[in-house]
């Protein structure tokens, strides 16, 4: 059974930087694209950037240039490095991953259960 699951969330201060992990577990026989995104309190679930198997990466406007997305193909982990915080950027921050558990098995898409991310002015 897959299991994704988010790690590095917290409380920080306007300015500071936090760096969120996400594992993927449990027979996963190869994995495409993986992301994160962010539901804040009375908004949408919203793209923040997703990475290719092969690295390449796409990110919503808001984050371009303070965020970056990374992935260690040989541990299913995909990393977030969020610098230059921003209150606006308090949400649930959720992993996402397209993957097949067999060769021969459909790429189905997962999601972690979220990790906080609080930023106080």
């Known amino acids: 059974q897959v299991h994704l699951v988010e790690s590095g969330g917290g409380l920080v201060q306007a300015g500071e930087s936090l760096r969120l992990s996400c594992l993927a577990s449990?027979?996963?026989?190869?994995?495409?694209?993986m992301g994160w995104y962010r539901q804040a309190p009375g908004k949408q679930r919203e793209l923040v950037a997703t990475?290719?198997?092969?690295?390449?990466?796409n990110y919503a406007d808001s984050v371009k240039g303070r965020f970056t997305i990374s992935r260690d193909n040989a541990e299913n982990t995909v990393y977030l490095q969020m610098n230059s915080l921003k209150p606006e950027d308090t949400a649930v921050y959720y992993c996402?991953?397209?993957?097949?558990?067999?060769?021969?098995?459909?790429?189905?898409?997962?999601w972690g259960e979220g990790t906080l991310v609080t930023v106080s002015s």
């Open positions: 996402n991953a397209e993957l097949r558990t067999t060769a021969w098995a459909v790429q189905l898409e997962y």
């Open positions: 449990g027979g996963i026989f190869s994995i495409n694209a």
């Open positions: 990475i290719s198997a092969v690295g390449s990466t």
